[in-house]
């Protein structure tokens, strides 16, 4: 009898157990339903990448302003944030140049959509940015918010 209630708890262990990996594809859609779910709760409008990327353009740069392409380095000032608590896990508030090439997915996307002189707030899916690995103090299958502003473009 002991045996047969050791299996049993056993089985139901595994059986409840919640810790399931999710593909690419099913984190994707729990991370923009989430994001989503967040824009109504405040009540923000924001443009749809199909990505998956949500952005909202809090200062457009001016007309027929340069916009970066996957090779162009940009030079930026942003505030990155957890969705999930707020908590600020970098921050640039002196301007900043990277290679767009080099950066996660989800402001390469995001910059593309944007003319020089910009300023957004980015709102990153997990896939477009950490991934399922994190990366110091941003947890695996984090989905980011980003305040940016693009300084310039070469």
């Given amino acids: 009898m002991r045996k047969t209630s050791v299996g049993l ?11 399931k990996t999710l593909t690419a594809e099913e984190q994707l859609n729990k991370d923009v339903a989430t994001i989503d779910k967040y824009l109504t709760d405040n009540n923000i409008t924001a443009q749809t990448d199909p990505s ?9 740069g001016p007309a027929g302003g340069v916009k970066p392409i996957i090779s162009s380095t940009i030079t930026v000032r942003y505030v990155g944030k957890l969705m999930s608590t707020g908590v600020v896990f970098d921050q640039r ?13 989800g402001w390469v996307i995001a910059f593309q959509l944007l003319t020089k002189g910009s300023e957004a707030t980015l709102y990153i899916p997990s896939g477009l940015g950490y991934k399922t690995t994190g990366s110091g103090a941003v ?9 940016v502003v693009l300084v310039d473009v070469k």
């Fill in 52 to 60: 998956g990327l949500r952005y909202v353009v809090t200062k457009p």
């Fill in 93 to 105: 508030t002196t301007a900043i140049s990277f290679p767009l090439s080099g950066l996660i997915d």
């Fill in 139 to 147: 947890p695996p299958n984090a989905i980011l918010i980003f305040d």
């Fill in 9 to 19: 708890f056993i089985l139901l262990l595994i059986g409840c157990s919640t810790d």
